[in-house]
């Protein structure tokens, strides 16, 4: 079955600790993502890679870090540098961006709690 | 900066009633537009798409949207709603020329009771 796979599921950390959240695709795309969502705040794009070894700040960037040395996986590291980092973790991929179609697909998120 | 409005926070509806989501966006250039579902406890998946043609969309379990460019508008419809529609929607936007990231609005939750 072609997908993306994100884990843990649900992770908690202690104050001052950095956390990585896992994200694997093999779909193929080119592109890859990370959202968070909060209630009643939407999806909001923390990080965002359109080719491997490159990628871009979204919206919400600061207290995060990611990676991209391999196509099929982009792991976010969510610092203790982050204010407030509760919250849902969503990765996605989507289609070569020369298309430009946008059309996203997301994994089944990780749910980080800081305790 | 482009954005993304949904005018409900959270819509209550009995089933067989009639839904209609409002989604507006500020960019006046090309657009790709998406309605996404999120049922309780699963993933966000796409309910339908826009990027040229017809501005009346048709998705999946009977659900459609209208494309209204003078209105800057994406407002998602069904005719009659069922209980498993409850879930939350969320509208997007993918601006023309944009790095390909989508615009997400805060969502409408929809509670439908049997």
């Known amino acids: 079955d072609g997908g993306i796979t994100q884990s843990p599921k649900y992770l908690f950390r202690k104050e001052g600790q950095n956390v990585t959240l896992s994200c694997e695709q093999n779909?193929?795309?080119?592109?890859m993502y990370w959202y968070r969502q909060d209630p009643g705040q939407g999806l909001r794009l923390i990080y965002y890679s359109q080719i491997v070894n490159d990628f871009q700040k979204g919206d919400i960037a600061e207290g995060y870090s990611v990676s991209r040395e391999k196509k099929e996986s982009f792991p976010l590291t969510v610092t203790s540098a982050q204010k407030n980092p509760t919250a849902f973790y969503l990765c996605a991929s989507s289609i070569l961006l020369g298309s430009n179609t946008g059309e996203l697909f997301f994994g089944e998120g990780s749910r980080l709690t800081v305790l | 900066a482009q954005s993304v409005s949904q005018h409900n926070h959270h819509v209550i509806l009995s089933e067989a009633a009639s839904l209609e989501l409002g989604c507006n966006y500020s960019?006046?250039?090309?657009?790709?537009l998406f309605w996404y579902v999120q049922y309780p406890g699963q993933h966000l998946q796409l309910l339908l798409k826009?990027?040229?043609?017809?501005?009346l969309v048709k998705g999946i379990k009977g659900f459609e949207a209208e494309f209204i460019k003078s209105k800057f508008s994406f407002n998602l419809r069904k005719p009659s709603v069922q209980w498993s529609d409850t879930a939350e929607y969320f509208c997007a936007v993918n601006a023309g020329g944009s790095q390909g990231n989508l615009i997400f609005g805060k969502g409408t939750k929809l509670s439908v009771k049997p």
């Open positions: 826009y990027f040229s043609g017809d501005p």
């Open positions: 779909l193929n795309h080119d592109a």
């Open positions: 960019y006046g250039g090309t657009v790709n």
